[in-house]
């Protein structure tokens, strides 16, 4: 049996042994030597593949036919198109020929999208999590032809090496097994299912109740506290991920602890780490927007691909920066960001793309693709770009001088070796803020203002020299959920920032959610959509399609394979937290009530395709796939938020909104099953924690009332609402808690004053 491999951001082999890859994608053939069924996919990563020796299948019933008719084991891959470590073993193994006969023998190879697919993603990263103790991808999963898993890891080299066993290796091993032991194959993978299911399991213990707010407010403090870097920010050494479920939750707990000194270092952990990302490198200075992670302590190598779910959530929580600080470097920070999903990840129909890749071609005439190539720069490349002497500044500086200085270029290039395991950056400069923009003024003999100035004249012409360069891959792929995310991040900048583009950009993707992404037949949510042709938006379709029509020199003809295509993909729990969180966003800033009515529809639908009602809580997919051998409960908070996380706030907001106690009901529901988790280890549940304050504490609503309609969707929701009035015929305003509300006051003063805490 083999042991899983555990997988941290690099990737680390079956024996622990660092992984010495070497990377690089070679230029496409004009004439593709192979092509398999990913032909006929939309996604982006599958179609990637499509021309692998490989004979890979998508996720779907073809696949489980053939194992079960042919009565072989099942290769299970599994990644998404912006993941370099997913190159690196496409390069090596799923290009070869040789490997690729071993895999077309012995096994029924099927590549998933774990961005498509996350339901299966989940499952089989269960199995690789529990017998490892990490994960990561590319996942590489061996099963029984009744999708069992009983091996498994991540990334596998090509071939054996000093303490390593290669891809080709494990392979051969397994099929022997599998010849040989069949029998004991089939009853450890019984085995192995029945205990995930065990230990998968999350539901009601006893009579457990939602705990108590202020005991797992401060825990959660405390143990974010000491995990705390109070240098560089963030909370972990390395790899450092931005985690804004993190820095929520701390501006959470200054709100509810203003006055104390533990209110204070909440503040300053969630500023600082905010200050810290933004002037690193993983903060693209040129470009705009941020990569997903950082490889040292200091945010300062990135893993270059850009998320769009990164971008959502950041966009947000900086936009609370800025509300809280009243610091206008937050406020730039938050224009950056949308700068870059408008310019970079927007679809002409209005939806947001996926993201974009960390690899690229260095020159049009490159061979290989290089991680970061698009965005870093060798010195000499920058002082023959900035030339300029700079007027006023001590004699002899250019324009390179000072960026440089501001920016930590060096000559010999500015990233550490051991943080650069295949040399792709040598020589190269990642940009960080070197030092604050006082010091690089008075270095050079300048006024703060004229260096503000000198700076974004270089990071222009930085730009249009970097828009000469190869691009990075793009995935185009549309979901619903990341699409979720960054409509809250406009809604909630557009709120901030007074920017009524920004609303109007949010109100234009979920447009764009309800005619791509919605059924209004079924009433139910679709995971994704894809660029077609010529810009237009695509879905998978059922009906019959000639794939794989390949020329056959020996057989003198055309060999058609016909099948059904699939079906659009359902949404999962996460599609509908995220959107219905993003459709209370942009009512709460535009007041447009078809938003509310949308995201209280989809709240209904929610419940029935995904409540456990013995259990209690969300199951992140509905039951009618018979494939997905576990249904399961996500129980962390990660890059993004636990599904149920969110929807504890949501049904919060929604029973605000509707006047439907039972939502409340639900609520504390969901937070009793995890209330063990939330009083014994609240940090890996900081976005729950928030919203067990918000279960124990009444929430405000704040009624203007105004000239408009008085029969529309929400008065007849509430209607109590009718009985409120204006007062001496001006705009006037009612504080609300319980459906009770306050006297009516028609001055900002006034309506201050009662909103103090």
């Known amino acids: 049996m083999l042991a899983s491999l555990r997988c941290g ?42 021309h692998n020796p490989v004979d890979w299948y998508p996720w779907g019933q073809e696949a489980f036919d053939k194992a079960k008719t042919e009565n072989k084991l099942i290769f299970l891959s599994v990644g998404y198109s912006t993941c370099h470590w997913c190159h690196v073993m496409e390069e090596e193994s799923f290009k070869s020929k040789e490997i690729g006969d071993i895999m077309n023998e012995h096994f029924v190879c099927i590549k998933v999208d774990r961005e498509e697919r996350p339901d299966v993603d989940k499952v089989y990263m269960t199995f690789v999590q529990a017998t490892s103790g990490g994960g990561g991808w590319p996942m590489s999963v061996w099963l029984t032809p009744d999708l069992k898993p009983f091996a498994g890891g991540t990334y596998f080299p090509p071939e054996d090496g000093v ?34 299911r065990h230990t ?31 240098e560089y920010g963030g909370f972990s050494k390395y790899p450092k991920f931005p985690m804004p479920v993190n ?41 705009q927007g941020f990569h997903r992670y950082s490889v040292d302590q200091h945010w300062h190598v990135p893993h270059f691909e850009k998320m769009l779910y990164d971008q959502g959530q950041l966009a947000a929580i900086y936009s609370k920066a800025f509300q809280i600080s009243g610091d206008e470097f937050f406020a730039d920070v938050v224009r950056d960001i949308l700068l870059y999903v408008s310019r970079d990840l927007s679809d002409q129909a209005g939806g947001f793309y996926s993201a974009q890749d960390a690899d690229s071609y260095p020159t049009t005439t490159s061979r290989e693709k290089r991680e970061g190539a698009f965005c870093v720069w060798a010195a000499k490349e920058l002082r023959a770009l900035l030339p300029d002497p700079v007027e006023g500044a001590t004699e002899g500086t250019t324009l390179a001088d000072v960026f440089m200085h501001h920016y930590g270029v060096k000559e010999a290039g500015n990233v550490d070796p051991a943080r650069d395991p295949h040399q792709e950056l040598k020589g190269k400069n ?31 012409r930085l730009s249009s020299a970097r828009a000469q360069r190869p691009q990075p891959h793009l995935d185009t792929k549309m979901l619903a959920a990341w699409n979720g995310l960054m409509i809250s991040g406009f809604a909630q900048a557009g709120a901030a920032l007074s920017e009524h583009g920004y609303v109007s950009r949010a109100a234009q993707a979920a447009a764009f959610l309800r005619t791509h992404l919605f059924d209004p037949d079924s009433g139910k949510l679709l995971r994704s959509c894809y660029q077609g042709m010529h810009n237009s938006v695509e879905q998978r379709t059922l009906g019959l399609n000639c794939v794989m029509a390949t020329a056959s020199a020996l057989l003198g003809g055309i060999s058609l394979v016909i099948r059904d295509h699939a079906l659009p993909i359902q949404g999962f729990l996460e599609d509908y937290v995220f959107v219905i969180q993003a459709l209370f966003d942009l009512y709460e800033v535009s007041l447009e009530q078809g938003w509310l009515e949308w995201a209280l529809h989809l709240q209904h639908m929610q419940d029935k395709l995904f409540w456990d009602p013995k259990g209690f809580a969300y199951f992140s997919t509905e039951a009618s796939d018979p494939s997905l051998l576990l249904r399961l409960k996500d129980d962390q908070d990660g890059v993004e938020p636990a599904p149920n996380s969110v929807a504890v706030t949501n049904l919060l907001r929604a029973a605000c909104y509707s006047g439907r106690m039972d939502w409340v ?24 924690v928030r919203a067990t304050a918000v279960f124990h504490r009444t929430l405000k609503q704040v009624l203007m009332v105004a000239d408009g309609d008085n029969a529309g969707f929400l008065y007849r929701q509430l209607p109590f609402l009718a009985s409120l009035e204006r007062k001496d015929g001006k705009a006037t305003a009612y504080v609300c808690s319980n459906f009770t509300c306050s006297l009516p006051v028609t001055s900002v003063q006034e309506l201050r004053g009662m909103l103090s805490p």
């Open 9 to 50: 951001r690099r990737c680390t082999f079956l024996t622990g042994i660092a992984a010495m890859s070497t990377v690089g994608t070679a230029g496409p053939p004009s004439v593709p030597r192979h092509t398999n069924r990913l032909i006929n996919e939309k996604s982006p990563y599958l179609l990637q593949h499509a």
């Open 665 to 688: 009901e639900k609520a504390g529901k969901i937070l009793a099953v995890f209330s063990e988790r939330l009083q014994k280890i609240p940090i890996i549940l900081p976005e729950m």
């Open 200 to 230: 998968s399991e999350i539901r009601v213990q006893g009579q457990a109740s939602p705990p108590p707010a202020k005991e797992v407010m401060d825990t959660c403090f405390q143990q974010l506290s000491r995990s705390y870097d109070e």
């Open 247 to 287: 820095l929520n939750f701390l501006f959470t707990y200054w709100a509810l602890h203003q006055t104390t000194p533990e209110g204070t270092r909440a503040l300053q952990m969630a500023l600082h780490t905010l200050k810290m990302m933004a002037h690193g490198g993983i903060h693209d200075h040129i470009g």
């Open 163 to 196: 303490n390593r066993v290669g891809f080709r290796t494990v392979l051969l091993r397994i099929a022997e097994q599998w010849k040989e032991n069949k029998d004991a194959l089939l009853e450890s993978s019984q085995r192995i299912l029945e205990a995930l």
């Open 430 to 460: 990642v940009l960080i803020v070197h030092c604050s923009p006082e010091l690089t003024a008075a270095k050079f003999g300048l006024e703060p203002g004229q260096l503000s100035t000198l700076l974004q004249e270089c990071q222009q």
